[in-house]
């Protein structure tokens, strides 16, 4: 099984972040995915600080070793990224190696997913 994290990044208030964090969450788990969750452990205790802003916004992902649903994962994040115009941009990492995007023109953007696919499981099409 592979871990995704899926941190979303904008200067945005949390209750923001926090929605088109689950918005994201939604159309990721129509995809073949293990499980989507947030990184956030739910409910802070009584006098503790409460999750940091990228705690907020961010996604775990579980899935299978395919290649193809990384890949899907991968292109329904742009997907997404390219509809909400609010979030500046998306980091993806598997292992410490990350994704982001964002601020790149679409063939720039496209040659990194490209890349970053490569280093995890195999050759894009």
Same mark, same amino acid.
């Given at each position: ?8 990044? %904008?200067?945005?208030? $949390? ?5 088109? *964090?689950?918005?994201? !969450?939604?159309?990721? +788990? *129509? +995809?073949?995915?293990? $499980?989507? !969750?947030?990184?956030? @452990?739910?409910?802070?205790?009584? @006098?503790? !600080? &409460?999750? %940091? ?25 742009? *997907?997404?990224?390219?509809?909400? !115009? ?10 410490? $190696?990350?994704?982001?995007? &964002?601020?790149?023109?679409? $063939? ?8 970053? +696919? ?8």
């Amino acid at each position: 099984m592979t871990g995704v994290t899926v941190q979303l990044v %904008s200067p945005g208030a $949390d209750e923001d972040l926090e929605r088109r *964090a689950l918005q994201l !969450r939604d159309e990721l +788990l *129509a +995809l073949a995915v293990d $499980d989507v !969750r947030p990184a956030t @452990g739910g409910e802070v205790p009584p @006098g503790s !600080r &409460g999750p %940091s802003v990228a705690e907020i916004g961010t996604l775990l992902v579980s899935l299978g070793p395919s290649v193809q649903l990384l890949q899907s994962v991968v292109q329904s994040i742009t *997907a997404w990224l390219g509809r909400d !115009r609010s979030t500046s941009a998306v980091k993806i990492s598997i292992d410490g $190696d990350v994704l982001e995007l &964002g601020a790149a023109t679409a $063939d720039q953007q496209t040659q990194l997913v490209d890349a970053w +696919l490569a280093r995890h499981g195999g050759v894009v099409p």
